[in-house]
């Protein structure tokens, strides 16, 4: 699809057939071919014929990456599609060419609402298409802001369940076909891989990492780009990644997360932070297209023999230009975390249950709450940020740019790197997808058996007493908790009411956790604080309920290492999936596929264990239940 002026310089000028890219997109509709419309030049010089006709105010606005305005939903999230009034408004007037989508339509209607987005961007000035990111939309877990529920993607394990298989193709498997179906709906980013070192058991978003070994983050994170990106570069039918949060966000004290005011620093060693550092490595040496620094300020750490500025990385150049640009020698785009240029004040700071936090207060400043927002801008793009996330108002930047705190020729290193990787990725050439390949390529039959398997792969056998497993025989009576009785009923169970009618009983588990900080936007949707099973919470009454009269299969879904102390003696057999299906689930129960996860994580024997534990040092708990790399093998039948 190409709404925009199609011309061929043959038509224009008379001149012969293969003196112009036929057809080619008059962009900036002036009738002739100029350079960064044609696509035969090489990016590095379409990149400065358009730079040159870029005015301020349009490369200002290409350093925000706002949020695609969704109808009736302040936060984008939204099955109806985009409320195209007020993203004309931003692309228009406020010359923004970079959006996270947030939708949840199924993919024909995707693909539809991204492609009236890209008819927004190209009746403006200069054509210039837009970049859709997202955050991660093929795993079970839903928390805005981290990850999107989305209908009709294949439904894979979290990376916690592609590193417990630990097997590197599998995770660039999945990333091909992630990105397949991003570019189908046209989704040009992916706002991933989390390369964060899962150091402290506490913290809400260990489910999106890959683990706590950084050797096998590092390599599991570099499949993850390289499969995304579609090798090591971007190409062009790839994603580009944006690998985050660069760096040490994992070593959160009592797990408490950055998105909050009481989780805004981290404490570490050089030590220790060399070891989320590394954990990046993988990214790194795939060249990544992006990178994310992380809210946190890092206390603790020392560079060049110098402490670090108590700022977050956003706005620390000695974390983004001396230590990533420089010693690492990152040549990408720097994406800033969302909102770190707002205020942090009322209800950000002190919600309570009439003024909880919402969308509208959400600020994350952390160390710069006392600068003006034209300072913070001027601060970041001072540390190295290339790109203001959540941002839709470009003002205070342009402020900063006119104040002479800020100056055009640092505001065009970044608006390089913006520009190039829409040209690398084709997007001046045709932005547009067919909505119905969009309707067969995503969540296709083929993929999601690919999806399945991993989700049967990833899931760790840590007991079976008696070689419970795998079930022999159909028609068992069975009682259930957290399974869906008519999955079972077809597995060939007799699902019954009662335990002590039953053969066996099959509980699914959630880890264990509290919601400590209820009217904060983030910590209301965030598991927060404990890991142990606890008289009252109703799977572990349902474990020593069945365990009391039938021998008990338990499967604990871990978002978080779980506290499995009081949950193993009364378990027959004892698992640990990472977002699976019932399905997934009975079929290694049945012996229908064999399991091969192991552990990315130990799982603490108690809490106080966990209390006592050093939030930056990968397991390094006393007396661990199970080490990490814990998995038995088992045989089908």
């Known amino acids: 699809m190409r709404t925009s002026l199609v011309l061929s310089l043959a038509v224009l000028s008379g001149a012969v057939a293969n003196a112009a890219p036929a057809p080619w997109r008059d962009l900036n509709h002036n009738g002739r071919l100029d350079p960064y419309e044609d696509s035969r030049l090489g990016v590095d010089r379409r990149v400065a014929d358009l730079l040159r006709r870029m005015t301020l105010a349009e490369k200002v606005g290409a350093m925000m990456h706002g949020t695609l305005p969704a109808k009736g939903a302040d936060s984008g999230r939204s099955s109806e599609g985009y409320d195209l009034v007020a993203s004309e408004r931003l692309i228009e007037t406020n010359k923004i060419n970079s959006f996270i989508t947030r939708l949840t339509a199924r993919p024909r209607e995707f693909a539809a609402a991204n492609n009236a987005i890209q008819r927004l961007a190209e009746k403006t000035r200069l054509g210039i298409p837009v970049t859709i990111s997202t955050d991660p939309r093929n795993h079970f877990q839903e928390v805005l802001g981290a990850s999107t529920a989305s209908a009709g993607f294949s439904l894979w394990p979290e990376t916690l369940g592609l590193a417990a298989i630990g097997d590197p193709k599998v995770t660039r498997e999945f990333a091909a076909i992630a990105r397949a179906e991003y570019r189908a709906v046209g989704i040009h980013v992916a706002l991933s891989p989390q390369v964060d070192l899962a150091s402290e058991p506490r913290w809400p978003r260990v489910t999106a990492t890959f683990g706590a070994d950084p050797a096998k983050v590092s390599a599991m994170a570099g499949a993850y780009v390289r499969g995304f990106q579609g090798g090591d570069r971007l190409v062009r039918d790839g994603v580009a990644t944006v690998a985050k949060h660069w760096v040490g966000y994992g070593a959160e004290p009592q797990g408490f997360d950055g998105h909050n005011v009481y989780g805004r620093f981290a404490r570490l060693t050089d030590k220790s932070f060399a070891e989320h550092v590394a954990a990046f490595s993988g990214a790194l040496a795939a060249h990544t297209a992006g ?109 900063a740019v006119r104040a002479g705190k ?232």
């Open 291 to 399: 990178i994310m620094p992380t809210y946190v300020i890092l206390q603790g750490v020392t560079l060049d023999g110098k402490p670090l500025e108590p700022v977050a990385a956003g706005f620390s150049r000695q974390l983004l230009t001396d230590l990533l640009r420089g010693r690492m020698r990152f040549d990408g785009m720097v994406v800033s975390d969302w909102a770190i240029t707002n205020d942090c004040a009322g209800p950000c700071v002190a919600p309570t249950a009439k003024a909880p936090q919402t969308v509208a207060t959400m600020g994350m400043p952390w160390g710069v709450e006392t600068l003006s927002k034209p300072e913070r801008f001027a601060k970041g793009v001072a540390a190295g940020i290339d790109q203001f996330g959540g941002v839709d108002d470009p003002t205070p930047l342009m402020e």
């Open 406 to 637: 800020v100056s055009v020729a640092r505001i065009d290193q970044s608006v390089r790197r913006i520009l190039r990787q829409k040209f690398v990725q084709g997007l001046f050439d045709d932005p547009y997808v067919d909505p119905a390949r969009a309707a067969i390529v995503v969540g296709s039959p083929q993929a999601q058996a690919k999806a399945d398997a991993a989700q049967r792969a990833a899931q760790v056998v840590l007991e079976n007493k008696g070689a419970i497993l795998p079930l022999a025989g159909a028609g068992k009576r069975v009682w259930l908790h957290g399974v869906d009785p008519a999955t079972a009923r077809a597995y060939g169970f007799t699902v019954v009411d009662d335990p002590a009618e039953a053969q066996l009983a099959i509980v699914r588990a959630a880890t264990p956790s509290d919601k400590l900080h209820p009217y904060h936007f983030f910590g209301s949707r965030q598991n927060e604080g404990r890991l142990d099973f606890r008289d009252g919470d109703a799977d572990y009454e349902a474990i020593k309920r069945a365990a009391a009269v039938v021998p008990t299969i338990v499967a604990v879904n871990m978002d978080r290492p779980a506290i499995l102390t009081n949950v193993q003696p009364r378990a027959a057999a004892l698992l640990v999936t990472f977002g699976a299906s019932d399905r997934a689930l009975l079929d290694v129960l049945s012996g229908r596929a064999v399991p091969r996860g192991r552990l990315p994580f130990e799982l603490p024997s108690s809490m106080a264990a966990v209390e006592a534990q050093d939030p930056a040092v990968p397991d390094d708990s006393a007396a661990p239940l199970y080490r990490r790399g814990a998995g038995l093998d088992l045989q089908p039948r």
